[in-house]
């Protein structure tokens, strides 16, 4: 089970703030959970978790909800994160289309609107300007923050994109751009931090996806749109590398003097794999149009066998629990297509990894076919100061 903190060890934190840290993720993982069951779940004292969420309580951060009927005897009374405690902006900046959104405090997408991606970045934040308009027609002051996924690479701060090849943008300080807008416009000071939309998405599966045990510390979440990023969690923890670049498997080099990539290179994965491939345009996939044209069953496989190719290094090189695929189009409506692509990498993988024990790797589909999980994961993204902190261990 994967838990929000910071890195710092336990020996310096307050057991206090770590047993906290483990209660409101606890809640954002079960959404409606007793008292006791806290207690059970997470091994912690009755008198402790009684305390704590009574703090809670008077905080607004969670709330009583009802009681769970168990048979006879005493039923406990359920507890769940606040929705209106506050509210967050999450953006999707997508290659084609982009989307805005209204997030509550319990992680639920209230609303949310699309617009296409525009090519100047001061375009794009007139867009969100409108967008925050829209969807927070009166209470603009209960907006806590503003996450944003990027695809390509933001810096160690948050708040500059370093490049989004797909997107040509380079070197650009959207978030503070994009706070002084708002602040000019609305009279507000609202945080704004950006990150990796793969980053964002593990985050989202590792925290509240159904493909998630109890045991799962290291997952991958690849992330197949117009090009391909991955988000790692390694050890229940988002790994984010040096320069905050970790992750970066779109452009693992897999074939010499291959197909040129925008990033530079020559061979890349993505240009394989993505969707914007030559085996996906032989599909009939249109991200525009959200359309994939063909189910060619030798096509399908040979989609299959590109995207297994990279998952075959991946597995071979981080050994994870699980690998979760998802993108623009793995969605409700495409689900029988991607089922049978999953089915035919996992034959793939079980045949080429390096044991067959490796093999064994769990490969799903995301949890969120309707919502993407990069979206979601801006909305915790904005939300992350208040559910993080230090915790001893994953549990
Ligand atoms: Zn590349």
């Known amino acids: 089970m994967v838990f929000i903190r910071t890195g710092e060890t336990g020996k310096v934190a307050q057991q206090r703030e770590i047993n906290r840290t483990i209660i409101l993720n606890g809640f954002l993982r079960y959404k409606n959970i007793s008292r006791t069951d806290l207690a059970k779940r997470f091994n912690l004292s009755k008198s402790t978790v009684t305390r704590l969420v009574s703090n809670l309580i008077s905080e607004k951060m969670i709330k009583e909800v009802g009681s769970i009927s168990k048979g006879l005897g005493r039923k406990p009374i359920t507890l769940s994160l606040n929705p209106d405690y506050k509210k967050a902006v999450a953006i999707k900046i997508g290659v084609t289309i982009s989307t805005i959104a209204r997030i509550n405090f319990a992680m639920k997408i209230e609303d949310y609107l699309n617009f296409s991606t525009p090519e100047d970045p001061q375009e794009f934040i007139n867009n969100v300007v409108e967008g925050i308009e829209k969807l927070f027609p009166e209470s603009k002051e209960k907006i806590h923050a503003i996450g944003i996924g990027v695809p390509g690479i933001v810096d160690n701060t948050f708040q500059n994109i370093v490049i989004a090849p797909n997107l040509r943008w380079k070197d650009i300080p959207l978030a503070s751009l994009l706070g002084e807008k708002i602040k000019e416009h609305f009279n507000i000071n609202v945080p704004v931090k950006m990150d990796n939309e793969a980053n964002l998405a593990v985050v989202a599966e590792g925290m509240l996806g159904k493909k998630i045990g109890y045991n ?75 359309k994939i044209g063909t189910k060619d069953e030798n096509l399908l496989k040979n989609l299959a066998y590109e995207i297994s190719v990279g998952v075959i290094n991946i597995v071979n090189g981080l050994n994870p629990d699980v690998i979760i695929l998802g993108g623009p189009l793995i969605t409700s409506k495409f689900i029988s297509f991607w089922e049978e692509v999953k089915d035919e990498i996992v034959k793939n993988v079980k045949k080429y990894s390096i044991t067959p024990a490796a093999g064994e790797v769990r490969i799903e589909l995301t949890s969120f076919l309707d919502c993407p999980a990069e979206l979601v994961g801006a909305g915790i993204w904005a939300f992350w100061d208040i559910f993080e902190g230090p915790v001893l261990s994953t549990i």
Do not use: Q
Request: net charge neutral.
């Open 216 to 290: 799962d510390l290291n997952i991958v979440y690849v992330f197949i749109g117009e090009g391909i990023g991955t988000g790692l969690i390694i050890d229940g923890k988002l790994h984010r590398g040096n320069k905050n670049t970790a992750g970066e498997f779109g452009h693992m080099v897999i074939s010499k003097n291959g197909i040129p990539c925008k990033c530079g290179n020559e061979g890349c994965w993505e240009r394989y794999a993505s969707l914007s491939s030559p085996v996906s345009k032989n599909l009939g996939i249109n991200l525009r149009e959200e």
